[in-house]
């Protein structure tokens, strides 16, 4: 069974920064893609970034390029999320999500429960 | 970037009817290499994570059940119910991973009427 399990969820200020993480289990971890998806609360689904499997290769949006880096460590089978110069609006839920297969980067076959990330002061 | 427009923002049936979620892309997501529509649906539920329900515009993910259906090319797409039942009660959103950024729609909410 396939298992995401978000880590790291908390309040921050603007111009703060956070790590999430996203530990998996149940498939081959390094055959896989990740993503980081995030959702404002009562409103709709955003992408936030993804990275490959096997050469790291990393893929952004403008709102949060430059910002938030994508990283894994393939030997703890953890995908993380480093948000810096947080904004109010990165307050969102953040789900962690496994991609399908290498042939649909932008899939979202499984999704873990999500973290909060509140940017207040 | 593709936008994703879907259609009504909510929709109130009755059990046993037949429920119809449009969506409309921006731009084609058909990829001319193989013929696909780089499509999905997916069906949240409240206090829950999104879940996959169609690829390929009209592939139903393992364990969706056979009253869910997919169909559209192109542009428009429609997500349909056969039969709606209480457990279908839900948000539904399609999406395009045609190309970066990977889109949204802004959601269907699906209750009984």
């Known amino acids: 069974e396939v298992r995401l399990l978000e880590s790291g969820r908390g309040l921050v200020q603007p111009g703060g920064s956070l790590r999430l993480s996203c530990a998996a289990s149940?498939?081959?971890?390094?055959?896989?893609?990740m993503s980081w998806v995030r959702q404002v609360p009562g409103k709709g689904l955003e992408w936030v970034s993804t990275?490959?499997?096997?050469?790291?290769?990393?893929f952004y949006p403008d709102s949060v390029k430059g910002r938030f880096t994508i990283s894994r460590d393939n030997s703890k089978n953890t995908a993380y999320l480093q948000m810096t110069s947080l904004r109010a609006e990165d307050t969102a839920v953040y789900y962690c999500?496994?991609?399908?297969?290498?042939?649909?980067?932008?899939?979202?076959?499984?999704w873990g429960q999500g973290a909060l990330v509140t940017v207040s002061s | 970037d593709i936008v994703m427009t879907q259609s009504p923002d909510s929709l109130a049936l009755s059990l046993g009817e037949r429920a119809s979620i449009n969506c409309k892309s921006s731009?084609?997501?058909?990829?001319?290499?193989?013929?696909?529509?780089?499509l999905a649906w997916y069906q949240q539920k409240p206090g829950q994570p999104p879940k996959l329900v169609m690829y390929?515009?009209?592939i139903r993910e393992s364990g969706v059940p056979d009253r869910f259906t997919g169909s559209g090319s192109g542009t428009d797409f429609t997500l349909t119910i056969s039969s709606l039942q209480t457990e279908d009660v839900a948000v539904y959103y399609c999406?395009?991973?045609?190309?970066?950024?990977?889109?949204f729609g802004q959601g269907t909410q699906l209750e009984i009427k």
């Open positions: 990275i490959s499997g096997s050469d790291g290769g990393t």
């Open positions: 149940g498939f081959t971890f390094t055959n896989y893609a």
């Open positions: 999500a496994r991609i399908a297969t290498s042939a649909t980067y932008g899939l979202f076959e499984y």
């Open positions: 731009q084609t997501v058909l990829h001319s290499s193989n013929n696909k529509n780089y």
């Open positions: 390929w515009a009209s």
């Open positions: 999406q395009q991973y045609y190309t970066t950024p990977y889109t």
